[in-house]
């Protein structure tokens, strides 16, 4: 796969990842473990699926051969696959409490400082990249990040300035403790998310890495190990709170969500593996920041920004033309040393 391709790889993977995340919207009632556990149950199922037809026999014989001769390649991406779920899980608990324009800018220089510095340590980065290119990069990708959560909070204010200002004399100090309660929360999910990078970095096959799995074996290790962390989690959960039938007899107007969030979650997980075999973790992880454009142009369909100023759509703008830049000076970058 060439860097051209992989870069592009990269971005679908990361509007895939900043779609799913829409369909929280349409679970009203439906407790959010019993969606994130069957989820992943799906994708489990799903991703065997599509790499036993794909590979056949070749994935078993290539888990046996690299059990046998590195066991921590596989030890460590079930570990990560089902670590990250945990951040995940923590992640959309906090998007529906207090929504994108609190969790973006945390989630997004986690990210990009802590999972990129770490997958750069553990699977290193192409020789033709340097280390101020990739900085600069993960800056701009950050600036973008930021000028989008300002347009956010600019349609915010607009809308609450226009049709309920009586409402700031409502505020409590109780409201105030849950946001800073759901704010510490997403600082740590955030950096438990960055198991997913780390993992890929040590245990995928890459240009600085070639003791790891292929990008379809791996992806069957990560949805293992994800599959036991949400039972781990939510299945817990819903033991303690006695839902295992909300999830069970849910029908197919429930699991219809689960099932498109499955597709898109390890379908771009999928894809993001073959990008990540081809440009590293280091590389492919900044590219996926851009999903959160992906999540502000989805609200942007809806009708989410209906009625907000004409800042925000600036803003808006100018946060896609960020992301734009932070993507190509990537590829001009590790064009530039080659």
């Excluded at 829409?22 to 991703?47: H, R």
């Excluded at 923590?90 to 986690?110: K, Y």
Aim: net charge positive; glycine share 8%.
């Amino acid at each position: 796969m060439t860097q051209e391709v992989a870069i592009l790889g990269g971005l679908f993977s990361a509007f895939l990842w900043g779609s799913w995340t829409v369909l929280l919207k349409k679970l009203g009632n439906y407790p959010l473990d019993a969606f994130i556990l069957g989820l992943y149950l799906i994708a489990f199922v799903c991703v065997w699926i599509i790499a036993l037809l794909a590979l056949g026999e070749e994935l078993l014989s290539e888990i046996t051969q690299v059990w046998r001769e590195r066991p921590p390649v596989i030890v460590f991406a079930l570990i990560a696959g089902g670590t990250f779920v945990i951040g995940v899980r923590i992640t959309l608990t906090v998007l529906s409490a207090v929504g994108l324009s609190v969790t973006a800018p945390i989630q997004t220089f986690m990210s990009l400082i802590l999972g990129t510095s770490l997958a750069a340590l553990v699977g290193g980065t192409p020789a033709t990249l340097a280390p101020p290119d990739l900085m600069i990069a993960c800056l701009l990708l950050f600036a973008a990040a930021m000028t989008t959560v300002w347009a956010r909070i600019y349609r915010d204010r607009s809308l609450f300035d226009g049709a309920a200002i009586a409402l700031r004399d409502v505020a409590t100090a109780t409201n105030r403790r849950l946001l800073a309660k759901n704010i510490l929360l997403i600082a740590p999910a955030s950096a438990i998310i960055t198991a997913y990078p780390i993992g890929l970095a040590y245990s995928l096959r890459t240009p600085a890495n070639d003791y790891g799995l292929t990008p379809l074996t791996c992806m069957t290790a990560f949805a293992t190990g994800s599959l036991i962390g949400a039972l781990l989690t939510s299945g817990a959960v819903l033991t303690a709170r006695r839902q295992w039938s909300l999830l069970l007899h849910a029908g197919w107007a429930m699991h219809r969500y689960s099932l498109i969030s499955a597709v898109a979650h390890y379908g771009g997980n999928i894809i993001n593996a073959f990008a990540t075999g081809a440009l590293t973790a280091a590389v492919s992880w900044p590219i996926s920041t851009t999903s959160h454009l992906w999540t502000y142009l989805w609200g942007l369909a809806t009708g989410e920004f209906k009625g907000a100023p004409r800042r925000s759509f600036i803003l808006l703008s100018v946060g896609g033309a960020l992301y734009l830049a932070g993507v190509l000076y990537l590829r001009w970058a590790l064009l530039r040393s080659a």
